[in-house]
């Protein structure tokens, strides 16, 4: 299994951002949400659904993240979150785009 950001647009081909495998997310993202307190970002791994009212909060953990990341020798995980970034700050929910992380 694995966790991954999946973007749908309305057409046949789904975008898809990797984020980590199952254990990588067990273990690295879910030790820096903890040490954080970030929820959003301990939610992934069971699914959330991403809207234009909580994308911001979401953006923000995961910068808080990445400079965890830094800080504890994770810095090569710093790109997938660099990718996420990206894709969520491109969604476009007015032209009914939706992302759904999990």
């Known amino acids: 299994m694995s966790v991954a950001l999946i973007i749908k647009d309305g057409k046949p081909d789904t975008p898809m951002v990797p984020v980590a495998t199952e254990a990588t997310f067990s273990t690295v993202w879910q030790s820096g949400a903890k ?20 994308r911001a909060a979401i953006l923000e953990e995961l910068g808080k993240l990445r400079v965890w990341f830094e800080e504890n ?22 032209k009914g785009e939706t992302a759904w992380i999990g």
């Open 35 to 54: 040490a954080l307190s970030l929820e959003w970002i301990a939610a992934m791994q069971f699914g959330i659904v991403v809207t234009a009212e909580n």
């Open 73 to 94: 020798g994770y810095s090569v995980l710093h790109v997938r979150i660099d990718m996420m970034v990206t894709a969520l700050n491109g969604l476009q929910f007015d």
